[in-house]
């Protein structure tokens, strides 16, 4: 894939800022999506999450005004938490729950994301990934 770049790592990372959601321990923490790959995610939050904790990450794209797409929730261990600011922590995470069902769906999503796909949506007279 053409976005993909020059990257040393076993899954490239796509830079991207998507609204996003961790759950972990009964919490719904909101955050934002710094850049994500096929292994795993790069995020902001409002909290700290513990390093090693199990997590769930809910992203969703806006395809058009009045558009989403359906939410990709992925399982995925916390590998590293690091203050920002005294209200922020950076915060990544390696999926691990991607079976074939949700690899294709991320795989989808992250194409999406590159414009490598683009939707043309019924009534929104531009294609969804146009600026």
């Known amino acids: ?26 919490q719904e923490v909101p955050g934002s999506t710094r850049d994500i790959s096929m292994g795993g995610i790069c995020m902001i939050c409002s909290s700290s999450v513990i390093r090693g904790a199990w997590i769930r990450v809910v992203l969703s794209l806006v395809l058009d005004r009045n558009s989403f797409s359906e939410n990709l929730e992925v399982g995925g ?10 209200e922020s922590y950076q915060v990544g995470v390696s999926f691990d729950e991607l ?16 414009g490598e796909i683009i939707l043309d949506l019924p009534g929104s007279g531009e294609p969804a990934g146009d600026s």
Do not use: I
């Open 1 to 26: 894939m053409s976005w993909l770049g020059d990257n040393r790592r076993q899954h490239p990372r796509f830079p991207v800022q998507l609204k996003a959601r961790v759950l972990f321990q009964g």
């Open 77 to 86: 261990k916390v590998v590293w938490c690091t203050l920002l600011s005294d």
């Open 99 to 114: 079976n074939d069902e949700k690899a294709n769906y991320l795989d989808v999503f992250l194409r999406l994301l590159s």
